[in-house]
């Protein structure tokens, strides 16, 4: 009798010790659960204003060195086809270097495209020059490069820029 007794509290005590651990296991995990659910929250109300300015930045700076606005603003400012691809692919290296800090903020895929379209357009200009005499007017190269961009069926930033946009959507 004795024995069974001395065994029923022994099993008691150790039912007890056992759901005791339980408890406080499971309260401890949901209180370090909740703490990186904070830490997160806070880590996302840092970044997402970084990554959404550089998604901003990389989308004005396909606009900008889209061969249509490059030649708009700079036209004017050259006196020779060869000054003005001089100038058109200095602006163009200006604003990559102004802007290639931003790669931290988006994706490695965005990255690439925007690369690639400004790679593109760099191609294009040096194209368009090859085909013209480096003592043309500065309008015989601008409607060169205009010819090449039209017979390309998309404009070399019109891709970066959709990946870019569905990136922001995917954020959202």
Request: proline residues 3%; aromatic residues 8%.
């Amino acid at each position: 009798m004795e024995y069974y007794l001395i065994l029923t509290v022994l099993i008691l005590g150790v039912v007890v010790t056992f759901g005791m651990y339980l408890t406080i296991t499971t309260v401890a995990n949901k209180i370090f659960e909740k703490q990186r659910w904070d830490i997160r929250s806070k880590n996302i109300e840092i970044t997402l204003p970084l990554r959404l300015q550089a998604y901003e930045r990389m989308c004005l700076f396909l606009e900008r060195i889209t061969p249509s606005n490059l030649l708009l603003r700079l036209v004017p400012s050259a006196m020779s086809a060869l000054e003005l691809q001089q100038i058109l692919l200095q602006e163009i290296r200006d604003e990559y270097n102004h802007n290639v800090a931003q790669q931290l903020y988006i994706s490695s895929h965005a990255w690439e495209q925007v690369t690639n379209a400004m790679n593109e357009t760099v191609a294009v200009i040096n194209q368009s020059a090859a085909e013209v005499s480096g003592e043309a007017p500065p309008s015989d190269l601008a409607k060169k490069i205009f010819s090449h961009v039209i017979e390309k069926e998309v404009q070399p930033s019109a891709h970066a820029l959709k990946v870019i946009k569905e990136e922001i959507r995917n954020i959202f």
